[in-house]
Structure formats: structure tokens, C-alpha cells
């Protein structure tokens, strides 16, 4: 029998090399499992309760709203509001950080995160998911939040990770020392080790893109998409094009079998010079990730755990997966390839 270990245990086995396997992150690991057992549940079942479709309302990124995007973004406040650790949370839905509610305990850490990525598919079931991020506050405790304990650079985070509701609900995520995948078993209703210390292929044989931009791109990021379809790269062959537009099973799928994501910068919209992609609750925790399995995650030209964020929903251009994959990006970028 496989060894059935609970992402708990997991924590306990390495509590010697996890600085994080402190109780009060296994509460907020805890509370956000829970969260992602709930949206779990609601995502499995949409289509047939109604959690399809709009709410009719844009957030703030100008976006329209997904029942299911709000359903998810109001659970996560709820129940990580709750779990005691806390000290401010932000949201991709929410304008401003989220203070924790008043008489609530609190604690030392900011939790970032998207609660609901991919929402494009959710009404024609494909796989979505959650990104989250955590770091510790910078300001002395039982002072007022200030927006630089959440706008901190990506190497500063404590742990990151991504809940991906698919085939199966996984939980993917690192505290700094290394990748590990749990899957839920709904039987009995735990996430268990089912991917022990991912490593990302240092080259990759997919890509990922979505080429209808091709005409809002600048010759350079063109080169780049040409590169990996040319027979005559340096695998010496195309690489297949994988893009299901939800980044975060685009870059789990890449994760485990190797190659790149890529959003990059385009011209469609004056309003988003940078792309689409948020640095904070997008970019920096998958980069995490990737560079903790081995692999690059850059914004064209600086590593993206690098970048000091100005506000809360700035865009970045993203690069992300294999090591090889990304540094070709870069070269051809930098004129050297
Ligand atoms: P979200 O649903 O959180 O807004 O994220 C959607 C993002 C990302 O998941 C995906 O890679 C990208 O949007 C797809 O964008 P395009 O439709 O422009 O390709
Ligand atoms: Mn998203
Ligand atoms: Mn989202």
C-alpha cells in the first residue's frame, strides 16, 4: 500500500528543514485546505446548482465577475479571515488589502491570492484553480498594516502554492524547501502525497502561448514563438503547443512534463502595456514554484521574484517553466540569440 501521508504529516515529517512547520502555518495550511474542499465541492457541481455564469458585476480589474469567482473569493476571506494567523490578506477581486475583522485573532503573516484562476472555463468545465502566496509582515505586530508588508517582492515569500480543481483536486506548494503535490482523496477527505518533490525538466518539449496576440507583438516576442515551433531549434524539433488558457493547469501540466508558459507584453490594450498576468497573486508564487523545482520564471528581461511591486494589481510579462526553455527568452531578447 502506498504510503497514504496527509499534507499535515508531511509538514510534522519535515519539521526539522520546514522553518514554516510551525504550528500557526499548519493552521493556515489547514484553513485554506478546508477552503479548497469547499470550492472544490462547489466547482464539481457547477452546472447543476447555479454557480454558472456572471454575477453581472466587474471587479476590479475591469473584469466581468463569475458567480463562482465571487462564491471562491468570499470563502477565502471568510475562512482564512478565522484562522488566527493573519494580519491582512489581498485578493485579485478585492481594489485594496483586506483588513482581518476586528475582535478576529491575528497573527504575523499576509496571505495573497487568487481565488479563482482560469475563470474563462468554468462554465465549459475545464480545469481552474487557486493561487496563493504568503509572507510575514514587516511592520512591528499590533501596528497599523502598512500597504509595504504586502507589497514585498516575490523572494521575499515564506510559502506559495496552487490548488488545481481538476480530474482530480490537487494541492501544490512549497515553503522554500522544495516542490510537493498532494492529491485529495475524497473518500476520506485528505489531501496525500501523491507528487514528493516535483523537479521541473531543465528543457521542456511544450509550449505554451496564446498566438491570436501574434499580430500585438513586438518582433522580438514573435522570434521567440517562432523558435520553439522551428524544427531547427535546439531539441531539433517543434515543440507542441499546449495552451488551455488557465494558467494555473497550463503550468502545472508544464511543471511535471517540462516546457514553457508565456504571457507576454502585447499592444491590444493601452490600459495593460504589461499583459494581462497580476505580478502578485499570479506571477510571484508560481515563480516560486518553478525555482523551487528547478526551473526560471522571468518577466522578459528580470527574474520575477526580482521585481518590487508598486501596487497591489500591477501586470507583468511572464516567462515561466523549464530552465533552458526561459534562458532562450532572455538570450533572444537580449539580442544574443
Ligand atoms: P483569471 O481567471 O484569474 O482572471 O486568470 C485568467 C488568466 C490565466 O488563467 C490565463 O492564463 C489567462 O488569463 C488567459 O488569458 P487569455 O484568454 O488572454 O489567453
Ligand atoms: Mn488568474
Ligand atoms: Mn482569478
Redesign the pocket.
Known amino acids: 500500500m502506498t504510503q497514504q501521508i496527509t499534507v499535515t504529516e508531511h509538514l510534522l515529517l519535515h519539521q526539522k528543514e520546514e522553518p514554516m512547520a510551525t504550528g500557526r502555518f499548519t493552521r493556515l495550511l489547514n484553513e485554506l485546505i478546508l477552503s479548497a474542499k469547499i470550492i472544490s465541492r462547489e466547482v464539481n457541481k457547477a452546472g447543476l446548482v447555479d454557480v454558472l455564469g456572471f454575477t453581472g458585476d466587474r471587479n476590479v ?1 475591469g ?1 466581468e465577475v463569475k458567480k463562482l469567482d465571487e462564491y471562491s473569493n468570499r470563502v477565502l476571506i471568510h475562512r482564512m479571515a478565522r484562522c488566527g494567523v493573519l494580519c491582512a490578506m489581498a485578493s ?1 477581486e478585492n481594489a485594496d488589502i483586506i483588513e482581518i475583522p476586528h475582535g478576529l485573532p491575528t497573527g504575523g503573516y499576509v496571505f495573497i491570492f ?1 481565488p ?5 472555463n468554468i462554465d465549459v468545465n475545464v480545469n481552474i484553480g487557486t493561487i496563493f502566496s504568503i509572507y510575514r509582515r514587516k511592520s512591528p505586530k499590533e501596528t497599523p498594516i502598512l500597504s509595504t508588508d504586502v507589497l514585498q517582492k516575490g523572494s521575499e515569500q515564506i510559502a506559495a502554492g496552487y490548488f488545481l480543481y481538476g480530474t482530480s483536486t490537487m494541492l501544490v506548494y512549497s515553503t522554500g524547501n522544495g516542490v510537493n503535490g498532494f492529491t485529495l482523496d475524497p473518500g476520506v477527505g485528505e489531501f496525500l502525497l501523491s507528487h514528493p518533490n516535483i523537479r521541473i525538466p531543465e528543457r521542456g518539449r511544450i509550449y505554451s502561448v ?1 498566438e491570436g496576440y501574434y499580430h500585438y507583438w513586438d518582433p522580438a516576442t514573435r522570434r521567440i514563438v517562432e523558435y520553439f515551433k522551428n524544427p531547427g531549434n535546439e531539441s531539433s524539433k517543434p515543440y507542441s503547443s499546449r495552451y488551455i ?4 493547469s ?1 503550468f502545472h501540466r508544464n511543471l511535471i512534463y517540462g516546457g514553457i508558459f508565456m ?1 507576454p507584453a502585447d499592444r491590444r490594450d493601452p490600459k495593460k502595456p504589461r499583459g ?2 497580476r505580478l502578485m497573486c499570479e506571477a510571484a508564487p508560481l515563480a516560486m514554484l518553478v525555482e523551487q523545482a528547478g526551473g526560471m520564471a522571468v518577466d522578459g528581461e528580470r527574474r520575477i521574484l526580482d521585481i518590487e511591486p508598486e501596487q497591489l494589481h500591477q501586470r507583468v510579462p511572464l516567462f515561466i517553466g523549464s530552465k533552458q526553455d526561459v534562458q532562450k527568452v532572455l538570450d533572444i531578447y537580449a539580442g544574443k540569440a
Open positions: 480589474q473584469e485579485e487568487d479563482l484562476d482560469g475563470s474563462s496564446n488558457g488557465s494558467l494555473v497550463d504571457y494581462k498576468l
